[in-house]
């Protein structure tokens, strides 16, 4: 069994900066891409950015620039440090990554955390 835990979230005033962590655990033969999602109130899910296995990025051309995504492979961890925040990011972020369970290798599937919340103060 495969999950995928986000913590980081929080409140904090505009321009100010959080990192956010994912960390998957379980039966992991190997994760190709992760990625950072979220939903604003009112709002459909958007894309934050991912990056591949290979350390590949890319992201929402809102965040360029002030949001970096990265991963620690050994760790299993997908990172997202956001600087420069401002109302307009206040969401519900979710992580998401494709994984290759150990007794499935040859498929991948895609895992959703449970979301973390940020709150950006104006």
């Known amino acids: 069994q495969v999950q995928l835990v986000e913590s980081g979230g929080g409140l904090v005033q505009a321009g100010g900066s959080l990192r956010l962590s994912c960390a998957a655990s379980g039966s992991i033969f190997r994760i190709y891409t992760m990625g950072w999602y979220r939903r604003a109130p009112g709002k459909q899910r958007e894309l934050v950015a991912y990056?591949?296995?290979?350390?590949?990025?890319n992201y929402a051309d809102s965040m360029k620039g002030r949001f970096t995504i990265s991963r620690d492979n050994a760790e299993n961890t997908v990172y997202l440090q956001m600087n420069s925040l401002n109302p307009e990011d206040t969401a519900v972020y979710y992580c998401?990554?494709?994984?290759?369970?150990?007794?499935?290798?040859?498929?991948?599937?895609?895992?959703w955390g449970q979301g973390t919340q940020v709150t950006v103060s104006s």
């Open positions: 998401n990554a494709d994984i290759a369970a150990i007794t499935d290798r040859l498929r991948p599937r895609n895992y």
């Open positions: 990056i591949s296995g290979g350390g590949s990025t």
